[in-house]
């Protein structure tokens, strides 16, 4: 039975033309260290905040193409059924269900709208252990050009209630699980450049936004959008210096009323 109930985002890793730039960019964007890479599992590399399990740097496996990304997985009490479900619903698998030793069962995939994402079937590697603080996930958002097909893909694979946020400018809506949030789904506008594809935006807690855009670009990384004050807490989206984009947040400094959804 898994930590997370069917649906929740509940891991991320990211593989990386240099594991080791990755490494040291990570730890000190957000403070991360990080374990012995598992030779048995290509280099799978654990990273940790205060000690906890929060994601992994993998390298990139000979002839693999495309830029760096991180890639989110949504747990699943069987990673076969929500492959089968994937399948019947337009999505596309591009892995079939995998085991991986005895952490788990794995499933990649692309929703109808174009993003890529992965399913985790728990055994002994249950997923995050720490959300929501500095140095962790602690959000995500479906970024697309097609959200009709998003928003009709999800709810057919995963628990999920959708709401969306009563704002007439922007195009977002909310998924929920159990009444509880777990990701976000935004319409992509003219400010995303038109070759950047859809995408599963995730959120690291950071204690200091600005603090950490000043360490992203120290590092060969770059600010892409922001920072931007909300009711949420103050963040940016980044690039690091091998382009994998993920986005900062300081949860603790907010500004606004929150918005209301139905």
């Not at 991180?70 to 591009?94: E, H, M, V």
């Not at 002994?124 to 998003?150: I, N, Q, V």
């Not at 699980?177 to 506008?189: A, F, H, I, S």
Request: glycine share 10%; aromatic share 12%.
């Amino acid at each position: 039975m898994s930590a997370y109930p069917e649906g929740t985002p509940c891991w991320a890793d990211a593989m990386f033309p240099d594991v080791e730039a990755a490494k040291s960019f990570y730890g000190e964007v957000l403070g991360w260290t990080f374990d012995s890479g598992s030779e048995e599992f290509g280099g799978y590399t654990q990273a940790r905040s205060d000690g906890k399990a929060v994601a992994a740097v993998v390298p990139q496996m000979g002839g693999a193409d495309g830029p760096a990304a991180w890639n989110l997985y949504f747990a699943s009490p069987d990673a076969a059924a929500t492959a089968a479900k994937i399948r019947d619903n337009g999505g596309t698998l591009a892995m079939e269900p995998v085991q991986v030793g005895d952490f788990g069962t794995m499933v990649t995939a692309q929703e109808p709208s174009g993003a890529y994402f992965s399913v985790w079937q728990p055994g002994s590697h249950e997923g995050f252990e720490k959300t929501g603080e500095a140095g962790a996930y602690c959000w995500a958002e479906l970024t697309t050009r097609d959200p009709a097909a998003a928003d009709a893909f999800l709810p057919s694979v995963f628990p999920f209630e959708v709401k969306k946020m009563d704002v007439d400018d922007v195009d977002f809506s909310v998924f929920e699980v159990g009444g509880q949030p777990v990701l976000g789904r935004l319409k992509m506008t003219e400010d995303f450049p038109p070759d950047v594809p859809p995408f599963l935006n995730v959120h690291f807690a950071v204690d200091n936004c600005d603090a950490a855009i000043v360490t992203v670009a120290k590092l060969g990384g770059h600010l892409l959008f922001g920072p931007m004050d909300s009711p949420f807490g103050r963040f940016a989206t980044v690039a690091d210096q091998q382009g994998a984009t993920f986005s900062i947040i300081d949860l603790t400094t907010t500004e606004g009323e929150m918005p209301s959804f139905s």
